[in-house]
């Protein structure tokens, strides 16, 4: 499970691992772009503003791609990371929503790249998003 750990940092905490913790750049892992895309535009904005830190050569670096990635993840409802953080580490990951549709946590699947399948992705998509929407629906008071 993911929370946000301010406008421009996701904390990470693994379910596998109850001591690991760590901060990362929302734009720059499946899980983090699948907050920014269901967060207010002026929180996007001031994370653009700030700038955007590469960690490779497909980091989404550039605002215009991240906002059309974010607007992408919005239609589709998963995100997926293929390379843009860490070399080799693939992510599809969807939000958790409250009841105003603001993120507060989510769902994510990582693989090494030797295991990512392109052709695979929108059944993996679908079960991912599906997830964090059965998730979202037993919170109560939605």
């Known amino acids: 499970m993911h929370g946000r750990g301010g406008p421009r940092r996701l904390r ?8 690991h913790r760590r901060n990362l750049p929302l734009h720059s892992t499946a899980v983090g772009r699948a907050v920014l895309a269901y967060l207010p535009k002026q929180n996007v904005d001031e994370l653009i503003a700030r700038g955007l830190e590469e960690f490779g ?3 989404p ?4 791609e ?8 919005h ?4 995100s997926v990371n293929h390379n843009q953080f860490r070399p080799g580490v693939c992510a599809i ?3 958790v929503l409250d009841e105003e549709g603001t993120p507060l946590a989510t769902v994510a699947v990582s693989m090494p790249e030797s295991r990512y399948d392109e052709a695979r992705l929108p ?3 679908r079960m ?12 109560p008071g939605t």
Do not use: M, N
């Open 123 to 125: 059944e993996w998509g």
């Open 75 to 78: 239609t589709d409802g998963y």
């Open 61 to 64: 670096a550039d605002p215009d």
């Open 128 to 139: 991912v998003a599906d997830t964090a929407a059965e998730i979202t629906g037993r919170r």
């Open 66 to 73: 991240l906002r059309a990635e974010l607007q992408r993840i």
């Open 12 to 19: 990470q905490r693994r379910t596998d691992l109850p001591r």
């Open 93 to 95: 990951a969807a939000p």
């Open 57 to 59: 050569d497909a980091t």
